[in-house]
T-cell receptor, first 109, second 114 residues
């Protein structure tokens, strides 16, 4: 299967700070998503981004498929950004998503 | 579009009992997936359906686990003779074979085996 590595595993920030989360993957993919898992366990889709750059408010993401990595940027972080951020990818032929172990983000007021 | 619904949200059961979870996907999505997540880990794939056909099963899906999607709409995941190691969050997701290909997850069913 495809290996997905996320870094850093933990990130602690003060409100207002910016951060960058990284996702490396081991094979070519045709689907890459960033999710935020809320305290109740639901995975909230942030970006569907198999390539290119997208922005949504304070969040943006970039995927460089040829170099097999993706970055999630969070600007002016807020306490509500706290939680676990997952990167997930899908290979070319299978239906399943492969997840990384996530980045636990804690934002302090 | 009401999203992906899962029922129940929480289930506590005694070891050895059988449990069944239900997932209702987004109505126009023809692919449905089951994942399991334990504490501190990312979700792990269990199985997926395209319409009513079960196309792939993980080795994690032991013979005590069975999933169905009888009419290509909702799906059920049954665990027989539950063990403490089955305690986890069970997540369902759906996607469309058409369109951009993103997955939408439900809120999950948290199973505790005591």
């Amino acid at each position: 299967g495809i290996q997905v590595e996320q870094s850093p595993p933990d990130l602690i920030l003060q409100e207002g700070a910016n951060s960058t989360l990284r996702c490396n993957f081991s094979d070519s993919v045709n689907n890459l998503q960033w999710f935020h898992q809320n305290p109740w366990g639901q995975l909230i889709n942030l970006f569907y981004i198999p390539s290119g750059t997208k922005q949504n408010g304070r969040l943006s993401a970039t995927t460089v498929a040829t170099e097999r990595y993706s970055l999630l940027y969070i600007s002016s972080s807020q306490t509500t950004d706290s939680g676990v951020y997952f990167c997930a990818v899908r290979g070319s032929t299978l239906g399943r998503l492969y997840f990384g172990r996530g980045t636990q983000l804690t934002v302090w007021p | 579009d009401t999203g992906v619904s899962q029922d129940p949200r929480h289930k506590i059961t005694k070891r050895g009992q059988n449990v069944t979870f239900r997932c209702d996907p987004i109505s126009e999505h023809n692919r449905l997936y089951w994942y399991r997540q334990t504490l501190g880990q990312g979700p792990e794939f269990l199985t997926y359906f395209q319409n009513e056909a079960q196309l792939e099963k993980s080795r994690l899906l032991s013979d005590r686990f069975s999933a169905e999607r009888p009419k290509g709409s909702f799906s059920t995941l049954e665990i027989q003779r539950t063990e403490q190691g089955d305690s986890a969050m069970y997540l369902c997701a759906s996607s469309s074979i058409r369109g951009p290909g993103g997955y939408t997850f439900g809120s999950g069913t948290r199973l505790t085996v005591v």
